[in-house]
């Protein structure tokens, strides 16, 4: 069994910062891409960023510049360091994780529970 686990979401003001945090565990064989993912109200599940075990990145245009993931595959984690944070950055943020697990060798996508962020003043 493989669980995400997220941390890292809450209340900050428009230009503030936050930094979220996933954790991979499990019966884990190897991990393909990581990504962040984002929710808000009313609207389909957008991707933010993701970065490949070789460490390449990818971000949506809306957060370039502003948003910086990290991955430690000793750790089998990722960070994703928000900064100049806007009102439209609202929304519940997960962690993606594409994953082969141990036992079975079998390769599939999973998510966590998710962090709310919220930019507000």
């Known amino acids: 069994q493989v669980q995400l686990v997220e941390s890292g979401g809450g209340l900050v003001q428009p230009g503030g910062s936050l930094r979220l945090s996933c954790a991979a565990s499990?019966?884990?064989?190897?991990?393909?891409?990581m990504g962040w993912y984002r929710q808000a109200p009313g609207k389909q599940r957008e991707l933010v960023a993701s970065?490949?075990?070789?460490?390449?990145?990818v971000y949506a245009d809306s957060v370039k510049g502003r948003f910086t993931m990290s991955r430690d595959n000793a750790k089998n984690a990722v960070d994703l360091q928000m900064n100049s944070l806007k009102p439209d950055d609202t929304a519940v943020y997960y962690c993606?994780?594409?994953?082969?697990?141990?036992?079975?060798?079998?390769?599939?996508?999973?998510w966590g529970q998710g962090t709310q962020v919220t930019v507000s003043s």
């Open positions: 499990g019966s884990i064989f190897s991990i393909y891409a």
């Open positions: 970065i490949t075990s070789g460490g390449n990145t």
């Open positions: 993606n994780a594409d994953i082969r697990t141990r036992v079975t060798l079998n390769r599939a996508n999973y």
